[in-house]
């Protein structure tokens, strides 16, 4: 549509990204999708511009239905999705709104009572809206699960099983998802009607434009370096990823003791203090941010320069998620991971899946001086053992005077 063509040139777009070559024709057909890709490779888009292209074709004068559900993991990936709703759209007669936890549920109700065509939502704020009646998803019509493998792992299964039947029965649905686990597969052989696969940008190819390095510390001295690193190498903005809450606030508290500018986003964190200090690193008036994995997941900020793993993540996806914060389109980036003895296995298995070789490095000062866990070699069987032969008992030689009593084995 010329519209949507005309809101994507004012963007900047030139031309589409992978993803969205493949999955744009196929959901303008209307058939479901199942797709995996990265943050950063432009998904959002794929399946935005047919559901504005879709409701537009559709949509009467001074009509409004909501024809369209958006579920995210995440309030900060449903904030950004609207964002782009909003640039998308401009130029249509398009309407949305946002369903999610830690904003008044009142003031959603009410948006969403006066009419949208497009709901974005997290699924626990969507089911309350529905048990109040607020929402009536029976016209929605294209239903698009962003994330779907982090939603799976934070548990909200039973709401997306609870959520689909109430749409229209001729819906398309969407699924989107860094990669087919086995719980993903499930879900869609559940509910996609024979779906088109879309697999883009493996994990391989995130992090070739980003620079990794490894600086290997004692566990003890992590939060000392990671003030060091920051402070002596003039990093104006860094987000740091940490495991746990506890760490995350530990980190800040250090960090702003040292007279870094630090502040944190976890799920403890109210929403509007999250979005201020979102706003606040953007905006150059602190220069780091601290985060746990789930909290990051849908923060977008344009030329990241640094990213740092405090410490490493449960998974490989988790790590792609984390270094994929920077180096995004096409620009160059640095990922840093601060290594510990009792991580030096996990590290070596992200290497071998991403087929990589990330040099080792310490800093004077922060050698290392914990020892490196023996790498256990694996026990293998004597050759009768594996034949299953009986195993023969070595002879003893007699000893004699002249042995002096010794006793000898052949």
Same mark, same amino acid.
Not at 108 to 131: C, F, N, P, Y
Not at 293 to 298: P, T
Not at 335 to 340: K, M, V
């Given at each position: 549509?010329?519209?949507?063509?005309?809101?994507?040139?004012?963007?900047?777009?030139?031309?589409?990204?992978?993803?969205?070559?493949?999955?744009?024709?196929?959901?303008?057909?209307? $058939?479901?999708?199942?797709?995996?890709?990265?943050?950063?490779?432009?998904?959002?888009?794929?399946?935005?511009?047919?559901?504005?292209?879709?409701?537009?074709?559709? *949509?009467?004068?001074?009509?409004?239905?909501?024809?369209?559900?958006?579920?995210?993991?995440?309030?900060?990936?449903?904030?950004?999705?609207? $964002?782009?709703?909003?640039?998308?759209?401009?130029?249509?007669? /398009?309407?949305?709104?946002?369903?999610?936890?830690?904003?008044?549920?009142?003031?959603?109700? $009410?948006?969403?009572?006066?009419?949208?065509?497009?709901?974005?939502?997290?699924?626990?704020?969507?089911?309350?809206?529905?048990?109040? *009646?607020?929402? @009536?998803?029976?016209?929605?019509?294209?239903?698009?699960?962003?994330?779907?493998?982090?939603?799976? @792992?934070?548990?909200?299964?039973?709401?997306?099983?609870?959520?689909?039947?109430?749409?229209?029965?001729?819906?398309?649905?969407?699924?989107?998802?860094?990669?087919?686990?086995?719980?993903?597969?499930?879900?869609?052989?559940?509910?996609?009607?024979?779906?088109?696969?879309?697999?883009?940008?493996?994990?391989?190819?995130?992090?070739?434009?980003?620079?990794?390095?490894?600086?290997?510390? @004692?566990?003890?001295? %992590?939060?000392?370096?990671?003030?060091?690193?920051?402070?002596?190498?003039?990093?104006?903005?860094?987000?740091? +990823?940490?495991?746990?809450?506890?760490?995350?606030?530990?980190?800040?508290?250090?960090?702003?003791?040292?007279?870094?500018?630090?502040?944190?986003?976890?799920? @403890?964190? %109210?929403?509007?203090?999250?979005?201020?200090?979102?706003?606040? +690193?953007?905006?150059?008036? /602190?220069?780091?941010?601290?985060?746990?994995?789930?909290?990051?997941?849908?923060?977008?900020?344009?030329?990241?320069? =640094?990213?740092?793993?405090?410490?490493?993540?449960?998974?490989?996806?988790?790590?792609?998620?984390?270094?994929?914060?920077?180096?995004?389109?096409?620009?160059?980036?640095?990922?840093?991971?601060?290594?510990?003895? #009792?991580?030096?296995?996990?590290?070596?298995?992200?290497?071998?899946?991403?087929?990589?070789? /990330?040099?080792?490095?310490?800093?004077?000062? =922060?050698?290392?001086?914990?020892?490196?866990?023996?790498? #256990?070699?694996?026990?293998?069987? #004597?050759?009768?053992?594996?034949?299953?032969? #009986?195993?023969?008992?070595?002879?003893?030689?007699?000893?004699?005077?002249?042995?002096?009593?010794?006793?000898?084995? *052949?």
């Amino acid at each position: 549509m010329p519209q949507i063509i005309k809101a994507l040139q004012e963007e900047g777009y030139e031309k589409p990204t992978a993803i969205q070559k493949k999955a744009i024709p196929i959901a303008l057909n209307g $058939k479901d999708v199942l797709g995996t890709a990265q943050s950063g490779t432009g998904k959002t888009a794929a399946f935005l511009l047919p559901i504005l292209q879709n409701i537009s074709q559709q *949509k009467k004068e001074k009509e409004t239905i909501l024809r369209a559900l958006i579920l995210v993991p995440t309030r900060e990936l449903a904030a950004q999705v609207a $964002k782009n709703i909003s640039h998308y759209s401009r130029h249509l007669d /398009i309407t949305h709104a946002i369903a999610v936890g830690g904003l008044s549920a009142k003031e959603q109700a $009410k948006k969403i009572e006066k009419g949208i065509d497009i709901l974005v939502a997290t699924s626990g704020r969507l089911m309350e809206h529905i048990q109040n *009646k607020s929402v @009536d998803l029976s016209s929605v019509n294209q239903i698009v699960l962003d994330e779907v493998d982090t939603m799976l @792992d934070m548990g909200f299964l039973e709401d997306i099983e609870a959520i689909f039947p109430l749409a229209s029965p001729k819906r398309q649905i969407m699924m989107y998802s860094a990669t087919l686990t086995q719980n993903v597969k499930k879900l869609a052989k559940e509910f996609l009607f024979d779906p088109m696969v879309i697999e883009v940008a493996a994990q391989r190819s995130t992090v070739k434009i980003i620079e990794q390095q490894i600086i290997k510390v @004692d566990f003890e001295k %992590k939060r000392e370096l990671l003030s060091f690193l920051i402070g002596s190498r003039n990093f104006q903005q860094v987000l740091v +990823f940490a495991n746990t809450k506890a760490c995350v606030d530990e980190i800040v508290d250090t960090l702003n003791l040292d007279g870094l500018p630090a502040l944190a986003i976890h799920g @403890d964190i %109210k929403q509007p203090a999250r979005a201020r200090a979102l706003r606040k +690193f953007k905006a150059g008036e /602190i220069r780091v941010l601290v985060a746990t994995d789930i909290a990051a997941r849908g923060i977008d900020i344009e030329e990241l320069p =640094y990213v740092i793993n405090y410490e490493l993540p449960e998974g490989i996806q988790d790590y792609t998620h984390r270094i994929g914060r920077t180096g995004r389109a096409g620009k160059e980036g640095v990922a840093i991971t601060l290594l510990c003895t #009792k991580e030096y296995k996990q590290m070596a298995e992200i290497e071998k899946e991403l087929i990589i070789n /990330i040099p080792r490095q310490s800093i004077d000062g =922060y050698e290392p001086t914990e020892k490196a866990p023996r790498m #256990k070699k694996p026990k293998t069987k #004597k050759l009768s053992v594996k034949k299953g032969l #009986k195993e023969r008992k070595p002879k003893t030689k007699k000893t004699t005077k002249r042995d002096d009593n010794r006793t000898f084995r *052949k």
